[in-house]
DNA sequence: TTATATCCGACCTATTTAGTCCTAATTAAA
DNA sequence: TTTAATTAGGACTAAATAGGTCGGATATAA
């Protein structure tokens, strides 16, 4: 419970290591799964996924490769997770109205505001604070 | 991603529905199920567990039922929790040491302080933050 | 032309969450 | 003393999510 995803995961130790390699060069997701341990296909996928949003910027062919393209210090982190996983909500009725409780629930409004405080807590929290190690 | 529990959910809104009937009388897991729409035998499996942490307490046979133990105002929210889901964490190596990246993961440490945060949040918020709705 | 990349959907598997079933044990009340 | 209502708790099944794999397409540097 509360947990966040291997696919989270991985993207955040891509992003980490082509930090390092600072935002010139390319680097492929064979490398950073070779380096990192990480299964090629499911980080291929995810990589995908940041490259659609236009967090990296994907380079075809031989010697190929992603590089950053937008600053992570202006990505929030609650963005970064819906990238990769969808909307993000601390209970179903957060971001879909199927609940059939919806109406009567008791604990709807106050569970709810805690859902505000973790959103607003990622909000406030860069990809930067997290891929610039220190 | 990032979402709590039906169970947490049935057993917040049957403490919630505890409380206003005071915690003098007793409150059967049918009561609640059937007020609330939740699975019966699923919120007894979840009473239950409240009963063994002794949040509540138990009384068996006809009229029988559930009422308060412990004041909800001085159980915080990481303990219930746990209570009902087991360790809880960000990631796996929180609360186990099993990931192989373990040792050379560039992400550990910023994303341990934001565990640390999100353990920090609910462990300064109350049940009775939540059970006692306004 | 070939090898090396990303792209992308379809698929499979494993794990977790949700829900069900069945059989005690306890006890108030008929 | 029997019956019905209640909690206790394990075993099981079903559904949803997460994690991982495969195959083929497209682009491009050498
Ligand atoms: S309405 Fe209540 S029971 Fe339904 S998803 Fe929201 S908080 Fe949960
Ligand atoms: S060591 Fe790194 S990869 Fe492994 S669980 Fe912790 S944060 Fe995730």
Known sequence: ?????????????????????????????????????????????????????????????????????????????TTFFEIIEGPMGFMDCSFDTDCDQIQSCAIRTPIQRINDSIRNMFNNISLQDITMLS
Chains 1, 2 share one sequence.
């Open 1 to 77: 419970m509360l947990k966040i995803t291997r696919k989270v995961e991985y993207a955040l130790i891509a992003l980490s290591q082509m930090q390092l390699k600072g935002n010139k060069s390319l680097t492929s997701v064979k490398e950073i799964s070779q380096q990192n341990g990480i299964p090629y296909e499911l980080l291929a996928k995810t990589m995908q996924l940041l490259a659609r949003a236009e967090i990296v910027e994907a380079v075809k062919g031989p010697h190929g490769g992603y590089r950053l393209k937008k600053d992570p210090s202006i990505i929030k982190m």
